[in-house]
């Protein structure tokens, strides 16, 4: 497959496991806002991002094997085996550090997000 990285959706292509990670890291922002006095919210949003990595892993694995390569000019965006490597590994340590984090959140009961202001508690020094 070819990726013209002189049109919107050949660039858009060419970073599209970057922009699942990062549109759905803006998701997970706002169900944990949304959903921050849930106690099940912390192991649900674990297991949502396990689902967007997995999505970013999947859109790797394709753009590899379908062999994008960039047409036209040099750019700073890498399209070879090398970056795909790097990705997979890069994800997988990802969902590596999930899934440890999953039980350490309720362990260490951890809420998220952080209802102590530390600046205005009196204990703060």
């Given at each position: 497959?070819?990726?013209?990285?002189?049109?919107?959706?050949?660039?858009?292509?060419?970073?599209?496991?970057?922009?699942?990670?990062?549109?759905?890291?803006?998701?997970?922002?706002?169900?944990?806002?949304?959903?921050?006095?849930?106690?099940?919210?912390?192991?649900?949003?674990?297991?949502?991002?396990?689902?967007?990595?997995?999505?970013?892993?999947?859109?790797?694995?394709?753009?590899?094997?379908?062999?994008?390569?960039?047409?036209g000019m040099a750019t700073a965006v890498a399209v070879d085996g090398f970056r795909w490597?790097?990705?997979?590994?890069?994800?997988?340590?990802?969902?590596?550090?999930?899934?440890?984090?999953?039980?350490?959140?309720?362990?260490?009961?951890?809420r998220i997000p952080s209802t102590t202001c530390y600046c205005c508690?009196?204990?703060?020094?």
């Amino acid at each position: 497959m070819t990726l013209d990285v002189t049109k919107a959706f050949g660039l858009l292509l060419s970073v599209l496991p970057e922009t699942i990670l990062s549109v759905w890291a803006m998701v997970l922002l706002l169900y944990s806002a949304w959903y921050h006095k849930d106690p099940r919210a912390h192991r649900r949003t674990g297991w949502l991002s396990l689902i967007g990595i997995g999505a970013a892993a999947l859109a790797t694995l394709w753009l590899w094997t379908s062999g994008a390569r960039i047409e036209g000019m040099a750019t700073a965006v890498a399209v070879d085996g090398f970056r795909w490597a790097v990705d997979l590994i890069v994800l997988i340590g990802a969902a590596l550090v999930v899934l440890l984090s999953l039980d350490y959140l309720e362990r260490e009961a951890i809420r998220i997000p952080s209802t102590t202001c530390y600046c205005c508690s009196p204990s703060w020094g």
